[in-house]
């Protein structure tokens, strides 16, 4: 048996996933692995298309019954939220009108646009453009867009581009509710494979992850976008963290706070 799994190429995924990816959790299945920008893979669990699938908890009420969010694989911590990012040219923070900017997200079902509607309230531009993760911070930079919503390793290389923070949601979250951000979740296909069975090969992974970590660092690099060592080592030191082994109950409350209805 082969299934389909699709993770993003960024480094906490192919540091999470190396063993299962490459045959080294015992009594699991093979696996055809797509790599994807995650506003790619939420619209492709909509449809159907993968057996087990990193998603963003946003697109949760949007994924049919067959599929179940797993405890397992995910992205949820502290101090690791989406950033809103703008030239370090452009007006002070207090004088940037949002209403009128013209931002670029990394999707409309993402869990950075979501914190970001939240926290935006009635200042949210009516009609932001959704834009490939990669593409985010030059366009910013390059004056295409006002500010950009960037998440993942953008969090440690946005000076490069000469950019400035604006807000930190995830920092926003954190003081509002008191609970972990909840960005990004494994789901499987009930009808596909046993979802315990699925869990447990995830978490199998990811032990073996933390107790051999070089043992991934080639497949982690080959599919990094920013293949500095150093910035990968911190993406995946912020992002792998005990939530990513078991979500917990602290992990649940996040995702029930974050999926209340919001208006817009």
Not at 216 to 237: C, F, G, K, N, P
Request: with cysteine.
């Amino acid at each position: 048996m082969t299934l389909s799994l699709a993770i993003s190429p960024c480094p906490n995924d192919t540091f999470v996933f190396h063993a299962l990816v490459h045959g080294l959790v015992p009594d699991a299945p093979a696996f055809d692995v797509t790599y994807a920008d995650v506003d790619v893979t939420n619209t492709a669990v909509e449809r159907g298309e993968f057996d087990i699938a990193k998603i963003s908890y946003a697109a949760l009420p949007y994924v049919g019954d067959d599929y179940a969010l797993l405890p397992s694989g995910g992205a949820l911590g502290r101090g690791c939220g989406p950033l809103l990012l703008t030239r370090d040219d452009r007006d002070e923070p207090g004088e940037f009108d949002l209403r009128r900017a013209r931002l670029a997200i990394p999707g409309e079902r993402t869990t950075a646009y979501l914190l970001f509607r939240r926290w935006a309230g009635d200042r949210a531009p009516a009609r932001p453009e959704v834009v490939p993760f990669h593409e985010i911070m030059p366009g910013v930079a390059d004056g295409r867009f006002d500010a950009g919503l960037v998440i993942h390793e953008a969090r440690f290389t946005y000076p490069r581009y000469g950019l400035r923070e604006l807000a930190d949601l995830g920092e926003w979250w954190e003081s509002d509710t008191g609970l972990p951000i909840p960005l990004g979740a494994i789901v499987a296909r009930r009808s596909a494979v046993a979802v315990d069975a699925a869990a447990e090969w995830i978490r199998a992974s990811v032990r073996a992850a933390w107790a051999d970590p070089a043992a991934s660092r080639d497949y982690v690099l080959a599919h990094a976008q920013e293949m500095e060592s150093d910035v990968v080592d911190r993406h995946i030191a912020l992002y792998v963290n005990p939530y990513t082994l078991d979500i917990g109950a602290d992990g649940r409350a996040a995702v029930d706070a974050l999926l209340r209805p919001v208006s817009r």
